[in-house]
């Protein structure tokens, strides 16, 4: 079995992985950056790292002998200390700092490149764990009806027209209209304000409920930071009243696969996994 | 000067202008369209005539010596009552009845071309009453920002993004960061779900506030449905904690000019017509 590391950010992500891992029985090791302590509920040990000694981190992965990583879980910019950066590191530099002027996709592609000019290969969510990353299809009993097919089309134009503007994965549309766009504030947010003030304006109140839908952006480098739905997601889309959520094939996570299916059957709502 | 006829939808701004022709002694007649009746303080008087007999409004028009129309307020889409239909008006729906079909930009342009085939030039908001329309510059005592500035580009091209998408016309961008994107629940549930939520999300809680950026679809028709603004918008944008509003000069309406900038001076915010 190929020997992996996690490179770990906040949040349930890394967890999951290692989970995954666990019942394949491929070994593994977790490397979390400071400041960034994943959700690690089984207390799984971890390295810890720092950016200003990154090939220190390489040099571990190679005497444990880490072939491949993969990037779990959310991080922001971190700031770089000048007086904790080792001599190894400064040599990436020229690499590294140029990045951290430009867009987050910038930056993950320079990380990236850092890994694999080091020895290690970088591999996405779905080499590891295929089932978190759904093809083509609908998961759920309940199934899309035409309206909602034509107002998920719909939503695939909105959110692949704002994708390259870079200011959120996911819109709402019912009965062709667009009723929200996700921005900052994120999914929860957009979804709750549907639930409390969008949902009266759809045109028809007995008509097509609409579609929550997310994709990752247009050109994303989709081994780092895909966009992902959970249970929560659900309950969030039952709230706004939609009929389901359509997520693009192969570029969308489901964080934990069984709850959120099971969620959306015990409500009625469908997750279509669309291809674009 | 110039027999003017306003043809009135719903709202204020049917009579806004017919102040203005009054102030300039412009004489005006004012047709309203059957189930979209202006809000009419002054009880002006009001030819209301319904589309299936619009031919019929055209003789009057004639008949009252109306050389220009301008068309003023919200209307949506009458459904068309076939047994009204006269048989004058019989000869126009070859032109009419295939544009319902069709989106709001084409079926103002398709009933744009029946009222000049008919011998009346249609004139925009601006040609009557050009105060409504602001040109560029600031038109309050506080001014944009450097930083200000920069979030007003971002949310221009958030918005032109957007444009082609036809889902709104304005957007929330604070500290490049876009936090709110216009769609259909309109203006104000926006401005009131920044206000609620999405302020909280400034990457730097003293840094730039934002800005609100409004600017008409890219080609939109701008004799017919120019976005507007008023004192409301201030208030809402104020309450949002928003450095102030930046509309598209040439392209958004200020539906009470001395009362919506009076309204930004005692708040402190400015509004600034921007050239695009």
Do not use: H
């Not at 909602?148 to 062709?176: H, P």
């Amino acid at each position: 079995m190929t020997k992996t590391a996690i490179i770990a950010g906040t949040g349930v992500l890394p967890g999951i992985l290692a989970d995954r891992l666990d019942e394949t029985n491929t070994p593994y090791v977790i490397a979390e950056l400071e400041g960034f302590a994943m959700e690690n509920p089984k207390g799984r040990p971890v390295e810890r790292f720092i950016v200003e000694r990154l090939a220190l981190l390489f040099d571990r992965f190679d005497d444990l002998g880490v072939e491949q990583v993969i990037f779990a879980g959310a991080v922001s910019r971190p700031a770089i200390d000048p007086e904790r950066i080792d001599p190894k590191t400064a040599t990436l530099l020229p690499v590294l700092l140029p990045a951290f002027q430009q867009g987050d996709d910038a930056l993950l592609r320079a990380v990236i490149a850092l890994f694999e000019d080091a020895g290690f290969s970088v591999v996405g969510v779905d080499s590891v764990a295929p089932e978190l990353v759904p093809g083509e299809g609908v998961l759920t009993t309940a199934q899309p009806s035409q309206d909602d097919k034509a107002d998920a089309d719909r939503a695939a134009k909105v959110v692949a027209g704002i994708g390259a503007l870079d200011v959120g994965q996911g819109a709402v549309v019912a009965q062709g209209l667009c009723l929200a766009i996700e921005t900052l504030p994120g999914t929860a947010a957009m979804l709750r304000w549907v639930a409390e003030v969008a949902k009266t304006c759809r045109a028809n109140p007995n008509g097509a409920k609409g579609v929550f839908f997310k994709a990752p952006k247009p050109g994303q480098e989709r081994r780092i930071d895909l966009p992902a739905i959970g249970p929560d997601t659900v309950v969030q889309a039952d709230a706004a009243d939609l009929a389901g959520i359509v997520i693009e094939a192969g570029g969308v996570m489901l964080l934990d696969p069984e709850a959120t299916i099971a969620e959306a059957n015990s409500r009625g709502l469908f997750i279509w996994a669309r291809t674009p």
